[in-house]
Each structure stands twice: as structure tokens, then as C-alpha cells.
């Protein structure tokens, strides 16, 4: 079972920037895709931004030219560089690695929270 561990996150004013990483416990070069979803108070979890093995991205149109997914398959992490937040970027921030093995799997983080003062 595939571990994963967040950190970054904290409390920044609105505009500022925070990178998120995600480690974990094994090779992510074996996953399909890793990627960032969030999950607000009161609503549903929502996709944040995907890469895949490959090195394809993509992102929620709320995100888009702020965010930035990346990976260092050296390290067996994922990043996520938030830049120009905003109070509606709060949330909590969980990491995700699925793969397929006759169906789709997936891993999940803890999370860590991101909060945006305005």
C-alpha cells in the first residue's frame, strides 16, 4: 500500500504563494498519474491538477496559469507551486497516486491545509 505525505501548507495573504510537496514511500514512476485534489468546508473534493508518468498536466480551469504540478522521480515526489492565491484557494490539500491493475486504484495523503486571508 503506497504511503503518501504532504507538506506546505499553512496561512498566507491573499497574492502570496506556498509550494505543496508530496513524498512517497515507494517509486512514483509506477503510477499512472499522481496529482493534488482539495476539499473545502462544506463541499465536495475537487480536482486541483494531474501529471502523469509521462509528464502531462492538467488543471482545474479555477487554477489554471497560478498553479504549477511538477515532479522529481529522484525523489519520489510531487510539487505544487500556488502562486497569486486567493481565499478561495482554501481548502484542504490532499496528494493522490492511482494505478491500474484490472481497474483503477488509488492512494491517498492525509492532507494539508491551505488557508488564504484577504
Known amino acids: 500500500q503506497v504511503q503518501l505525505v504532504e507538506s506546505g501548507g499553512g496561512l498566507v495573504q491573499a497574492g502570496g504563494s506556498l509550494r505543496l510537496s508530496c513524498a512517497a514511500s515507494?517509486?512514483?514512476?509506477?503510477?499512472?498519474?499522481m496529482g493534488w485534489y482539495r476539499q473545502a468546508p462544506g463541499k465536495q473534493r475537487e480536482l486541483v491538477a494531474t501529471?502523469?508518468?509521462?509528464?502531462?498536466?492538467n488543471y482545474a480551469d479555477s487554477v489554471k496559469g497560478r498553479f504549477t504540478i511538477s515532479r522529481d522521480n529522484a525523489k519520489n515526489t510531487v510539487y505544487l507551486q500556488m502562486n497569486s492565491l486567493k481565499p478561495e484557494d482554501t481548502a484542504v490539500y490532499y496528494c493522490?497516486?492511482?494505478?491500474?491493475?484490472?481497474?483503477?486504484?488509488?492512494?491517498w495523503g492525509q492532507g494539508t491545509q491551505v488557508t488564504v486571508s484577504s
Open positions: 501529471i502523469t508518468s509521462g509528464g502531462s498536466t
Open positions: 515507494g517509486s512514483i514512476s509506477s503510477f499512472y498519474a
Open positions: 493522490n497516486a492511482h494505478w491500474y491493475v484490472l481497474e483503477r486504484h488509488d492512494g
